[in-house]
């Protein structure tokens, strides 16, 4: 059995293009798909440490909640397709339940934040991020995604959302990120 777990951002839903297109990419390849969706998060977390630790601690929670009951071990492969700060938690959450799996879990880290990186484990998945990305240092992400030794695609002034605010660019950058695993 295969199982896909989307982990969004705070503001970047499940509805949003790339989570949406990754839900559908999974069903149709076989995949359980599982949408978490965080809820009462601090508002205005940008730049505040406190506030994003909150929000980390909240989001991780809600996580913990709606995955407590699912047999890991049962399945053969394990996608976590993460979000901004969905791929912090989705690599705080893969710790957390290594000893109950059968197989290791892959990682689509798209926009993920600096923090990630300290959680991650090496060569367990792709990383997605943009040049004009206001929540992290561009530098930083792409340097700390070579040290672990995951394939890092960058896209040319898109932000936050992988978008630049020009349709046709962001569309095409949404259908290069569906094709890369």
């Known amino acids: 059995m295969k199982l896909c777990v989307l982990f969004p951002g705070v503001g ?3 509805d949003r293009p790339l989570l949406y297109y ?3 990419k999974a069903l149709k390849l076989g995949y359980e798909v599982i949408e978490l969706k965080f809820k009462d998060l601090p508002k205005d977390i940008k730049g505040d440490k406190e506030k994003q630790k909150e929000a980390y601690r909240l989001c991780l929670e809600q996580a913990e909640k709606k995955l407590k009951d699912i ?3 049962s399945y053969s492969d394990i996608l976590f397709v993460g979000k901004s700060i969905g791929t912090v938690i989705a690599a705080s959450y893969a710790q957390s339940i290594e000893d109950k799996l059968k197989t290791e879990i892959r990682f689509l880290y798209m926009t993920p934040l600096a923090e990630t990186f300290s959680l991650a484990r090496p060569k367990s998945g792709i990383v997605f991020t943009g040049t004009a990305d206001p929540w992290v240092v561009h530098e930083e992400i792409v340097e700390a995604a070579k ?3 995951l394939p890092c695609y960058i896209y040319e002034n898109a932000n936050h959302s992988l978008e630049t605010g020009d349709v ?6 949404a259908g290069d990120v569906m094709s890369r695993w």
């Open 22 to 24: 990754s839900k559908k």
């Open 147 to 149: 040290k672990l030794e």
């Open 168 to 173: 046709a660019r962001d569309i095409e950058i």
């Open 12 to 14: 970047y839903t499940v």
């Open 71 to 73: 047999d890991w071990g």
